[in-house]
């Protein structure tokens, strides 16, 4: 049935956003409620049948063009982001330019990932042509995060929409101008599917109300703890739930390792955004031969590095002012309980900014090893052998990302292949979250489903499985008509066969 309400019904209250960097209001977004919610979801739904209905190869050509609206527009997109989230413009344009790659895959692979495929039968089934396909599941809601407001929900919505669904995004409070910005553009370039994606503001209540509107299944990125509350509202009506949430990822670097690069990569990892990154470095685990020269490398590396609110900052404020006490809690927890601070400590945190700090000797219980400290802080411990590293990294209630730096490619691999993590990268850090045709997803702490790559398409559908019954078999064992004695028999075959082979 077509809604027929405007899409623009007046709302009850707005709500202000804020600069990160200087605390000057942005703009205000309006606190959408369930009812906005339910006649977002409700438009979704009626432009999402003749959207299914579309041959792919239009669906792609849409979100293609799509694509290039956002690539003409990358200035623009990524000014707002730089705006919401604080982070430099350098690093905002890099999160649309993945955005565009993921993009662009989704679409372009969709087809070949999701079309019909036949599969084999059996012994007793010759007579059937079997095969599978999937099909989108209609209305797909996305929770959204602020750390990387675009690339982050667009492994949702970008997959789900070349699924073949229709979207309705709520992103996070803190960044409602990217996402107004992202469904714009997506209305201008895919014209006479309007309501198809749609983005709805607000706070908790906004997504409260998404995981209580019907929808066919919720994609959540956030917080562990917040995921746990979503799921339970998905619970009631058996919507099915995706969770990407935390990490406490782990670096581990060999004793052949080249320093340089491991220090290079482990300082990018841990501070870039602020090291506000799910997948960022927190954790580094070193071969004790090697544990003081790689210290000294990551620290002169991360001493040159000053945060700030200029394009030319390396990184820029915590985008959440909350954070700030958590990772001074994490850098004074772990110094009180007998950490090294080997550049910076507690004095580094300055809110809104935090100077970089590098930890050693943390013990493995403190919070700065436990938590997700979503701050730029690592901590840099020595370990007797890569069993050791292999043991302390996976001893972690988070599964996300994980890095190994080794010279031979070959046993970082075998490392690698020991970790508990869902993805990762072998002599860089993030190497993964780069390749659109890696899925990505963690499991425990971390959440659970994957987003990116075929799985990441397959997740935004149901597979149906279907049989069309080619001749009519010798032996019809789904009839009450068959003999009792055929019956027999064809058990005694089937016993037979499976005994022997
Ligand atoms: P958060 O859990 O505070 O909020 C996430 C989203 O949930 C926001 O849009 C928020 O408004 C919404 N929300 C809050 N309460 C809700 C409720 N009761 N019902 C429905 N929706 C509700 O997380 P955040 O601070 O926005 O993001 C940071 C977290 O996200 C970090 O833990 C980070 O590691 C994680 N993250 C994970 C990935 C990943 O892909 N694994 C990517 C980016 C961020």
Not at 71 to 85: G, K, N, P, Q, Y
Not at 256 to 271: E, N, S
Not at 336 to 351: D, I, K, N, Q
Request: hydrophobic fraction near 45%; charge should be positive.
């Amino acid at each position: 049935m077509t809604d027929t309400t405007p899409a623009t019904a007046p709302r009850a209250a707005t709500f202000t956003t804020y600069s990160p960097a200087t605390g000057e209001p942005i703009a205000e977004h309006p606190v959408d409620g369930p009812q906005e919610v339910s006649r977002a979801v409700s438009r979704a739904r009626s432009a999402q049948a003749g959207w299914a209905e579309l041959p792919a190869s239009r669906r792609r050509d849409h979100l293609l063009r799509w694509k290039k609206a956002l690539a003409a527009d990358l200035d623009a997109v990524a000014r707002t982001i730089s705006e919401e989230t604080g982070k430099p413009a350098g690093d905002a344009a890099l999160e649309v330019v993945l955005t565009l790659e993921h993009l662009a895959w989704a679409a372009r692979n969709a087809e070949r990932v999701l079309r019909r495929r036949k599969v084999g039968t059996g012994l007793f089934t010759v007579h059937q042509r079997a095969s599978l396909v999937h099909r989108p599941l209609g209305v797909v809601g996305v929770i959204g995060p602020w750390n990387y407001p675009l690339y982050t929900p667009m492994g949702s919505i970008g997959y789900a929409l070349a699924a073949g669904n229709g979207v309705v995004f709520k992103p996070s409070e803190l960044t409602p101008g990217t996402a107004t910005l992202l469904a714009g553009l997506f209305d201008g370039a895919v014209p006479g599917h309007a309501g198809l994606l749609t983005t709805v503001t607000g706070a908790a209540s906004t997504g409260d109300a998404l995981a209580r509107s019907g929808v066919d299944k919720l994609a959540f990125t956030g917080s562990p703890g917040t995921a746990r509350k979503v799921m339970a509202v998905c619970a009631e009506t058996l919507t099915p739930f995706l969770a990407e949430c935390g990490g406490k990822d782990a670096v581990i670097v060999t004793a052949d390792a080249d320093l340089d690069a491991a220090a290079d990569a482990i300082v990018w990892g841990a501070l870039s955004n602020a090291g506000q990154t799910c997948a960022g470095v927190e954790r580094v685990y070193a071969a004790r031969e090697i544990h003081a020269e790689l210290c000294e490398r990551v620290v002169k590396r991360a001493s040159a590095l000053h945060p700030g609110g200029g394009a030319d900052a390396p990184y820029g404020p915590m985008t959440l002012p909350g954070q700030v006490a958590i990772v001074e809690r994490h850098v004074s927890g772990a110094v009180s309980a007998g950490a090294r601070a080997l550049l910076g400590g507690p004095e580094s945190v300055r809110a809104p900014y935090v100077a970089p700090v590098v930890l050693t000797g943390v013990p493995e219980d403190a919070a700065a090893m436990t938590e997700e400290t979503f701050g730029p802080v690592v901590a840099v411990n020595a370990v007797a052998d890569m069993d050791e590293a292999v043991e302390r990294a996976n001893a972690s209630r988070y599964a996300l990302g994980a890095a190994v730096f080794c010279r031979s490619g070959r046993t970082g691999a075998a490392i690698a292949a020991r970790l508990r993590a869902g993805a990762v990268s072998v002599n860089s850090v993030l190497g993964f979250a780069a390749v659109p045709a890696l899925p990505f997803g963690g499991s425990q702490d971390s959440g659970f489903g994957r987003i990116h790559g075929a799985e990441g398409l397959r997740a935004f559908t149901a597979v149906q499985s279907t049989t069309v019954q080619r001749f009519t078999p010798p032996v019809a064992l789904t009839s009450f008509a068959v003999p009792a004695a055929t019956r027999e028999r064809a058990v005694r075959l089937a016993r037979s066969l499976h005994r022997r082979r």
